[in-house]
């Protein structure tokens, strides 16, 4: 009987498909990222996001990005890994490109740009009624960060990264935060992320200065997760994906043991999703007839709250600012959901850059937003 046992366990582990640690996707390679960024689900943990009658995206008059320096799209894609690029324009399609074998039905994930979907559950979480107030303090959710550094931060300094707290955001670096972060104790009944973030110490003011930090947007999800009861995914589903029309299901990673979906990072989507969430909030954060989020919030979170060294533009309720009013969700190795409401224009990239971030990719992505804005402006779209 022993050994049959023991048969049967060698057996169910080699079937057993084990998660990679969430972290080691910062330091995949090139085939690894191309490969893998369209099928995350196979590497880690997630919940399913449940899609409605898809919103409509019909065709409208074709649109070629005017690159100042005479670079192609053909070529921009090519040297930037990108795997597809849409752009819609009052609610209709005016370029649609895709890379790397990649189609309209593919699910790419979304890095740092989940962070914008976070804060607009925030947004839904507060006409709600389940979160209170943008002034409650972190600790009215997360009672197990009030020992620490956070027994002071509200949610609104967590959603502009101003918290305080020490944070090193290096993606080169496995030693730094945002690559430790889901590497430490487990603790019962605490998620993981919770157990990190407790113990960091204070090394500004809260409310003084912005630093980047992933793991804040984890403990928003949490926040969101603990005060409305739900998962982020079933409440993403509940108040946009379902009712707004979403086209396909979407994936929002979790942790494979405590079930926490990470806040900051983890979203997967089709092309044509990401700019069906960038035209809701173009048509004002109303799904099914009904709005969505609290008075006043889309106007909020887009506004620039926090210096971020750059002049012209800056942080808001996790969205990056332009002084111009547009707004955008950014993550690393080459996403994008760029908003911009005088132009009534969405512009979504998704991609598989050689690195985490610099400053050449990101200048190559601001130039191809560029391009794209000059050619609207030059030939505008037909109603």
């Known amino acids: 009987m022993k050994s049959f046992l023991l048969i049967a366990l060698a057996l169910l582990a080699g079937c057993a498909t084990p998660h990679a640690r969430r972290t080691d996707v910062l330091f995949w390679n090139q085939a690894q990222r191309e490969a893998n960024f369209r099928?995350?689900?196979?590497?880690?943990?997630?919940?399913?996001?449940?899609?409605?009658?898809?919103?409509?995206?019909?065709?409208?008059?074709p649109l070629q990005p005017a690159f100042a320096d005479g670079t192609t799209l053909d070529s921009y894609m090519a040297a930037h890994h990108v795997a597809g690029?849409?752009?819609i324009q009052d609610?209709?399609?005016?370029?649609?490109?895709?890379?790397?074998?990649?189609?309209?039905?593919?699910?790419?994930?979304?890095?740092?740009?989940?962070?914008?979907?976070?804060?607009?559950?925030?947004?839904?979480a507060l006409r709600d009624g389940a979160i209170h107030s943008l002034d409650d303090t972190v600790t009215r959710y997360i009672p197990e960060l009030s020992a620490g550094a956070y027994r002071d931060v509200t949610v609104r300094q967590l959603l502009t990264m101003t918290s305080g707290v020490r944070w090193n955001?290096?993606?080169?670096?496995?030693?730094?935060?945002?690559a430790q972060m889901y590497e430490g104790r487990r603790v019962a009944g605490q998620p993981l992320l919770v157990t990190y973030m407790a113990p960091l110490p204070r090394e500004f003011a809260p409310g003084e200065r912005w630093v980047y930090k992933t793991g804040e947007t984890d403990l928003i999800g949490i926040l969101v997760q603990r005060a409305t009861g739900k998962t982020l995914a079933a409440y993403l589903?509940?108040?946009?994906?379902?009712?707004?029309?979403?086209?396909a299901d979407a994936l929002w990673l979790k942790d494979d043991v405590d079930g926490t979906e990470a806040g900051g990072s983890g979203v997967s989507a089709t092309l044509g999703d990401y700019a069906r969430l960038g035209q809701f909030l173009l048509d004002g954060g109303v799904a099914g007839g009904h709005p969505v989020l609290a008075d006043g919030w889309l106007a909020d979170a887009a506004t620039k709250h926090a210096d971020i060294g750059v002049p012209g533009r800056g942080y808001g309720y996790q969205w990056w600012t332009w002084d111009n009013g547009a707004f955008a969700g950014i993550g690393i190795f080459g996403q994008l959901l760029h908003v911009d409401p005088a132009r009534h224009l969405v512009i979504v990239q998704l991609a598989a850059w050689p690195v985490a971030t610099d400053d050449a990719q990101a200048k190559a992505r601001g130039d191809f937003v560029q391009a794209v804005t000059r050619a609207a402006d030059a030939s505008p779209a037909l109603h």
Request: proline share 5%; aromatic share 10%; hydrophobic share 35%.
């Open 237 to 247: 589903s509940e108040k946009i994906w379902r009712p707004y029309g979403m086209a």
């Open 39 to 61: 099928a995350m689900e196979t590497q880690y943990a997630s919940n399913v996001v449940h899609h409605g009658i898809a919103h409509p995206l019909p065709a409208g008059q």
């Open 85 to 87: 690029i849409l752009v």
């Open 169 to 178: 955001e290096d993606y080169s670096d496995p030693h730094s935060d945002v």
């Open 91 to 124: 609610g209709k399609v005016r370029l649609e490109r895709y890379g790397l074998g990649a189609n309209a039905q593919t699910r790419w994930t979304s890095f740092s740009v989940a962070k914008s979907f976070t804060s607009t559950l925030v947004g839904a």
